[in-house]
């Protein structure tokens, strides 16, 4: 097997109705860290919460989990996904115009040895493009996701249903927030894509696909994803994340 590498792009937007972005990115060729992070609680107390998020989980994984063993690698998601929660919770207990902020977090790291690693809380969204297919990686950590599984309600109807952005986990809600862990081999081609609710709710998985195999290139890629979202109407803040793998022989 050869050594991997990867190109990356990342851009958040405010959209077309909101008067301030709340979401947060990161995204760090050399470490192979990228994050989408979309925050809530108002007065700019999401922004606070998803900055806090992506920064310090990008600060906890880009230092040694290149190479890492695989456990420790896991280990160090979840802890820096509960400091990150309890530092949000830290902040708002001190700042009154703070309390209730919290924020979704969606966490990719990639490694030369060609595995990845995906952690997860909130609605925010992780895709793998591969072979001419788009696959969501990561599964909602919402209501209506739960009414689904539940077979209360079909997915078509989830994506129009009113109480959609009712989020059941968080980072910000509680001391020992449990993201869900994905994990799996890269392949030359590969194409991952993380998202905040204001893509996945404009643009279809379809269209995203067709975005991803048209440019190649991740910069022209994410812009053309937030602009897809702002013409169907940009309702919310739109954040994108894309990586393109390949392989060295």
């Known amino acids: ?43 700019a107390a999401g922004e606070v919460a998803s900055a806090i ?32 929660g309890n530092e949000i919770l830290q902040q708002a207990a001190e700042n009154t115009t703070q309390l209730g902020m919290g924020t979704t977090a969606t966490v990719l790291l990639l490694r030369e040895d060609g595995i990845y690693v995906i952690g997860h809380i909130g609605d925010s969204r992780a895709y793998l493009a591969r072979d001419g297919v788009i696959s969501q990686v990561t599964r909602d950590h919402s209501w209506v996701q739960e009414q689904v599984d539940r077979g209360m309600i079909t ?47 404009m643009v279809s998985e379809e269209r995203m696909l067709s975005i991803l195999l048209d440019e190649k290139d991740p910069e022209r890629c994410v812009a053309r994803l937030v602009r897809e979202a702002n013409l169907a109407g940009g309702m919310d803040n739109i954040s994108a994340v894309v990586t393109l793998i390949g392989e060295t022989d």
């Open 1 to 43: 097997m050869g050594r991997f590498w990867w190109n990356c792009a990342a851009l958040t937007d405010v959209g077309r109705v909101r008067r301030s972005n709340e979401d947060s990115v990161y995204c760090s060729a050399e470490s192979g860290v990228f994050v989408v992070a979309d925050g809530m609680g108002g007065h």
């Open 53 to 84: 998020a992506s920064e310090r989980i990008a600060e906890r994984l880009c230092d040694k989990c290149a190479t890492m063993a695989l456990e420790q690698v896991e280990e160090r998601f979840r802890t820096a996904f509960v400091e990150a």
């Open 155 to 201: 997915p078509e109807q989830a994506q129009n249903h009113p109480q959609s952005n009712i989020i059941t986990r968080a980072l910000g809600t509680e001391a020992y927030p449990t993201p869900d862990l994905y994990k799996g081999d890269m392949r030359d081609g590969d194409m991952f894509l993380l998202a905040s609710d204001g893509l996945t709710d």
